[in-house]
């Protein structure tokens, strides 16, 4: 095991994304802004010039052109890694993405393939208005074709953006900003704890990998069991914590495909479930883990599964926080569920 | 006040709405075309400045004159032997888009695009690539596998979607995928393979390789977002590509208009980004190979991409599932000014004493038995109208790699649904 250093998610990103460079001369970054600035969140700070521009370089402002241009790359045999800036602006690039990257290993029976990761910062909780703040996963994880995977600490974020850019079909990869540089757990109002202080930011320097499929067990419990992602794992562990409830919290890091072993054997022996994500409610991802959880263990259940999620409304700016899902939805939640 | 204009008469808006000249029942007269002499486009040295030959996106690159020679800076000077092969692959496309046709009328397929008239768009230009070279097709480009020898079997199989369709019956008729022979995946979504190309081009490059890439698109999909992403990253990266518009005037029932085509020419959408472009005579199966040469030769060279139009005509519906004479005049057809491109090209190889009409007849019966030949091969391994040819577990594989659990479950269940019905296909008895 390589030497270890205390990182936050970007720098824990920037090394996955170096490590993987330095070992495969294929591997290539693009994006809007990532070359010589090294990108709006800094992810990409230094690989220009570590790796040279024709391996790190700055885009024009067309998310088709990233990602149709990551599907030809791809087809001569690269493995492009391309940034959307923010997830919000991922939507032009959306046929590229569906009827493109996702479908061209099955149209061509194997004949092409596109092991593209595509990174993405998604997710509100720092002022972003409507357009800086969303989280459109569950526009990913209906497609047939595609891996989605959502990082909640700087150790799972750079094993998992190793095991997605040594995969061999297209991953969306979405960093949940609000906890790029900190844990948080939903009370706004409170300062923000720096990752230094979390265990999880003790990040190998070396090369490493966390499988995509399988979750993180982060807190075992017996009264009810807490599914969440990215940002959401955190606001939970909080609650949690502030009310004592013996709650087995699951961080599902890969949505597709899903680890549904270990959410069954949860919910199997807490008897009660509560899906938690940012993401607006109606069709959102937590439609899909509900009905599953339904699916497979209607006989265990106790309660019926709670989903806590952001309004279906846009996201908006000034009141950002009674849109994002925090601990008081949450608490109010795990009453309900409790209470059956 | 902001509102210093109320209250002054002015006219009322209007909106314009294109409409094509001629409709069923019209009598079609072209005469409004400007079609230069076969001789007067000059031909600008491969590393022209794209500003100093924008006048290359107005004009008409022609090389083929009335009197069926080959004249101007642009004659290519093939031998006669490149020349008959070129004519054969025109001819075997054609034969080939007949049958095809028939078989999906017979019920054998579901669906099929013919080319007719909009041979000489393709097959040249793949004459003046290299085989390395890679070719993002759209889906009227069957002509580039042609002109590689590509197994007419093979390609019948996959119209038929039978057991022998590498592509495990997926697509949809002729949405081919050849990678030995360089040809990209085809995708039914419009001008999705423009920034592709650019992007294996791009990759070409930056990997020190000496391959470009080409792609083709429509005159109608050239309004779509990936058409103009993929010229703003040619131009910007100077990417290593040819990018081909066939106009053939027609998008399924909205004529050019719709594209774009009454306000300039689709060549010209070069000069906004400041790459080269040419217009050319899409029916002169020597003028395209002259200009493909030109620009696969600028590419190569490190002078950049070049967009071509193909001023062209599509003879035919835009599918089987198309009947033109609902929406346009019959006449357009043999009224086109630019002639038929494999007439035109069988008239020069006998203008110069290469071929004969009775070695041309002998080829068309010729080839009509090849592809007859290949028909009948491709059809014992089965035709859509028969079923279902391959194992249904095949539905599930390549969605990913490795097949995660969820696709096994419903895999299962599928099984299970169709022992439930009694029906099983591709040798799963």
Same mark, same amino acid.
């Given at each position: 095991?390589?030497?270890?250093?205390?990182?936050?998610?970007?720098?824990?990103?920037?090394?996955?994304?170096?490590?993987?460079?330095?070992?495969d001369p294929?591997?290539?970054?693009?994006?809007?802004?990532?070359?010589?600035?090294g990108?709006?969140?800094?992810?990409?700070e230094?690989?220009?010039?570590?790796y040279?521009?024709?391996?790190?370089?700055?885009?024009?402002?067309?998310?088709?052109?990233?990602?149709?241009?990551?599907?030809?790359?791809?087809?001569?045999?690269?493995?492009?890694?391309?940034e959307?800036?923010?997830?919000?602006?991922?939507?032009?690039?959306?046929?590229?993405?569906?009827?493109?990257?996702?479908?061209?290993?099955?149209?061509?029976?194997?004949?092409?393939?596109?092991?593209?990761?595509?990174?993405?910062?998604?997710?509100?909780?720092?002022?972003?208005?409507?357009?800086?703040?969303?989280?459109?996963?569950?526009?990913?994880?209906?497609?047939?074709?595609?891996?989605t995977?959502?990082?909640?600490?700087?150790?799972?974020?750079?094993?998992?953006?190793?095991s997605?850019?040594?995969?061999?079909?297209?991953?969306?990869f979405?960093?949940?900003k609000?906890?790029?540089?900190?844990?948080?757990?939903?009370?706004?109002?409170?300062?923000?704890?720096?990752?230094a202080?979390?265990?999880?930011?003790?990040?190998?320097?070396?090369?490493?990998?966390?499988?995509?499929?399988?979750a993180?067990?982060v807190?075992?419990?017996?009264?009810?069991?807490?599914l969440?992602?990215?940002?959401?794992v955190?606001?939970?562990?909080?609650?949690?914590?502030?009310?004592?409830?013996?709650?087995?919290?699951?961080?599902?890091?890969?949505?597709?495909?899903?680890?549904?072993?270990?959410?069954?054997?949860?919910?199997?022996?807490?008897?009660?479930?509560?899906?938690?994500h940012?993401?607006?409610?109606?069709?959102?991802?937590?439609a899909?883990?509900?009905?599953l959880?339904?699916?497979?263990?209607?006989?265990s259940?106790?309660?019926?599964?709670?989903?806590?999620?952001?309004?279906?409304?846009?996201?908006?700016?000034?009141?950002?926080w009674?849109?994002?899902?925090?601990?008081?939805?949450?608490?109010?939640?795990?009453?309900?569920?409790?209470?059956? | 006040?902001?509102?210093?204009?109320?209250?002054?008469?002015?006219?009322?808006?209007?909106?314009?709405?294109?409409?094509?000249?001629?409709?069923?029942?019209?009598?079609?007269?072209?005469?409004?075309?400007?079609?230069?002499?076969?001789?007067?486009?000059?031909?600008?040295?491969?590393?022209?400045?794209?500003?100093a030959?924008?006048?290359?996106?107005? *004009?008409l690159v022609?090389?083929?004159?009335?009197?069926?020679r080959?004249?101007g800076a642009?004659?290519?000077?093939?031998?006669?032997?490149?020349?008959?092969?070129?004519?054969?692959?025109?001819?075997l496309?054609?034969?080939?888009?007949?049958?095809?046709?028939?078989?999906?009328?017979?019920?054998?397929?579901?669906?099929?695009?013919?080319?007719t008239?909009?041979?000489?768009?393709?097959?040249?230009?793949?004459?003046?690539?290299?085989?390395?070279?890679?070719?993002?097709?759209?889906?009227?480009?069957?002509?580039?596998?042609?002109?590689?020898d590509?197994?007419?079997?093979?390609?019948?199989?996959?119209?038929?979607?039978?057991s022998?369709?590498?592509l495990?019956?997926?697509?949809?008729?002729?949405?081919?995928?050849?990678?030995e022979?360089?040809?990209?995946?085809?995708? *039914?979504?419009?001008?999705?393979?423009?920034?592709?190309?650019?992007g294996?081009?791009m990759?070409?490059?930056?990997?020190?390789?000496?391959?470009?890439?080409?792609?083709?698109?429509?005159?109608?999909?050239?309004a779509?977002?990936?058409?103009?992403?993929?010229?703003?990253?040619?131009?910007?990266?100077?990417?290593?590509?040819?990018l081909?518009?066939?106009?053939?005037?027609?998008a399924?029932?909205?004529?050019?208009?719709?594209?774009?085509?009454?306000?300039?020419?689709?060549?010209?959408?070069?000069?906004?980004y400041?790459?080269?472009?040419?217009?050319?005579?899409?029916?002169?199966?020597?003028?395209?190979?002259?200009?493909?040469?030109?620009?696969?030769?600028?590419?190569?060279?490190?002078?950049?991409?070049?967009?071509?139009?193909?001023?062209?005509?599509?003879?035919?519906?835009?599918?089987?599932?198309?009947?033109?004479?609902?929406?346009?005049?019959?006449?357009?057809?043999?009224?086109?000014?630019?002639?038929?491109?494999?007439?035109?090209?069988?008239?020069?190889?006998?203008?110069?004493?290469?071929?004969?009409?009775?070695?041309?007849?002998a080829?068309?019966r010729?080839?009509?038995?090849?592809?007859?030949?290949?028909?009948?091969?491709?059809?014992?391994?089965?035709?859509?109208?028969?079923?279902?040819?391959?194992?249904?577990?095949?539905?599930?594989?390549?969605?990913f790699?490795?097949?995660?659990?969820h696709?096994?479950?419903?895999?299962?269940?599928?099984?299970a649904?169709?022992?439930?019905?009694?029906?099983?296909?591709?040798?799963?008895?």
């Open positions: 095991m390589s030497d270890t250093r205390t990182m936050n998610m970007i720098q824990a990103i920037n090394s996955a994304i170096d490590v993987c460079m330095g070992r294929d591997i290539i970054v693009t994006g809007e802004d990532v070359g010589y600035f990108g709006v969140f800094k992810a990409t230094g690989l220009q010039r570590k040279g521009k024709t391996r790190v370089f700055d885009t024009p402002i067309t998310e088709c052109g990233i990602i149709g241009v990551a599907v030809g790359m791809a087809a001569y045999g690269l493995r492009p890694v391309p959307i800036q923010f997830a919000d602006y991922i939507y032009p690039a959306l046929d590229q993405i569906v009827s493109e990257a996702a479908r061209l290993r099955y149209r061509s029976a194997g004949e092409f393939t596109a092991p593209i990761t595509v990174r993405s910062p998604f997710g509100g909780g720092i002022f972003g208005g409507q357009t800086h703040s969303q989280s459109p996963e569950g526009i990913f994880t209906h497609v047939a074709g595609l891996k995977v959502i990082p909640s600490t700087p150790y799972d974020a750079k094993g998992l953006l190793i997605a850019i040594e995969d061999n079909d297209p991953v969306i979405f960093e949940p609000r906890i790029y540089n900190g844990p948080f757990d939903g009370h706004y109002d409170r300062p923000v704890t720096p990752w202080k979390h265990p999880a930011s003790a990040v190998p320097e070396g090369h490493y990998r966390i499988p995509l499929g399988k993180s067990v807190r075992a419990g017996e009264a009810v069991t807490i969440a992602y990215g940002t959401m955190h606001v939970a562990a909080g609650v949690i914590a502030d009310t004592g409830v013996d709650a087995e919290l699951i961080d599902l890091r890969t949505l597709v495909p899903l680890d549904i072993e270990t959410i069954v054997a949860s919910v199997e022996k807490t008897g009660r479930c509560i899906v938690v940012e993401a607006t409610k109606t069709s959102g991802f937590g899909e883990l509900s009905a959880v339904q699916e497979h263990c209607f006989h259940l106790e309660a019926p599964v709670q989903r806590v999620t952001g309004w279906d409304t846009p996201y908006p700016h000034s009141l950002e009674a849109y994002f899902p925090g601990p008081v939805r949450l608490g109010e939640a795990i009453k309900r569920v409790m209470e059956e | 006040m902001a509102d210093d204009h109320a209250g002054r008469n002015l006219p009322p808006l209007s909106l314009h709405i294109p409409e094509p000249r001629f409709r069923p029942g019209d009598t079609v007269d072209f005469g409004h075309f400007e079609i230069p002499a076969a001789d007067a486009s000059s031909r600008p040295p491969i590393d022209a400045a794209a500003e030959m924008r006048g290359h996106s107005y *004009g022609r090389v083929l004159d009335e009197d069926d080959a004249v642009w004659d290519p000077k093939l031998s006669p032997e490149r020349l008959l092969r070129m004519l054969r692959h025109m001819a496309t054609r034969a080939f888009d007949e049958r095809m046709y028939r078989a999906q009328r017979q019920g054998k397929t579901s669906f099929y695009m013919k080319c008239g909009e041979e000489a768009t393709c097959i040249p230009a793949t004459h003046a690539l290299d085989r390395g070279d890679m070719v993002f097709p759209s889906y009227r480009q069957q002509g580039v596998l042609i002109a590689r590509w197994s007419l079997v093979d390609m019948i199989c996959q119209i038929y979607s039978n022998g369709d590498r495990k019956g997926r697509q949809m008729p002729i949405m081919y995928s050849a990678k022979a360089n040809f990209f995946s085809i995708s *039914g979504n419009l001008a999705t393979q423009y920034p592709q190309a650019v294996w081009a990759a070409s490059a930056a990997k020190g390789d000496t391959r470009i890439a080409t792609a083709w698109c429509g005159e109608g999909s050239t779509e977002g990936d058409f103009h992403s993929a010229l703003t990253f040619a131009s910007v990266y100077r990417a290593p590509v040819v081909n518009v066939v106009n053939n005037q027609w399924i029932s909205s004529f050019s208009g719709f594209a774009g085509a009454e306000a300039t020419t689709f060549a010209a959408r070069a000069v906004g400041g790459i080269a472009g040419l217009r050319v005579d899409g029916n002169d199966a020597l003028a395209v190979y002259a200009a493909t040469e030109w620009a696969a030769e600028r590419a190569r060279g490190n002078h950049g991409p070049t967009l071509i139009e193909h001023f062209t005509y599509r003879s035919e519906g835009h599918s089987t599932s198309d009947d033109p004479t609902k929406y346009r005049s019959a006449d357009e057809r043999t009224a086109w000014p630019l002639g038929d491109p494999i007439a035109r090209l069988k008239a020069h190889v006998i203008a110069i004493g290469a071929w004969d009409e009775e070695r041309h007849a080829m068309d010729e080839l009509a038995e090849q592809v007859r030949a290949a028909g009948k091969q491709a059809e014992a391994l089965g035709v859509l109208g028969d079923g279902m040819h391959q194992p249904f577990s095949t539905m599930f594989e390549d969605v790699e490795e097949m995660p659990w696709l096994r479950e419903q895999s299962a269940q599928m099984h649904e169709r022992a439930v019905s009694g029906i099983t296909a591709g040798g799963e008895k």
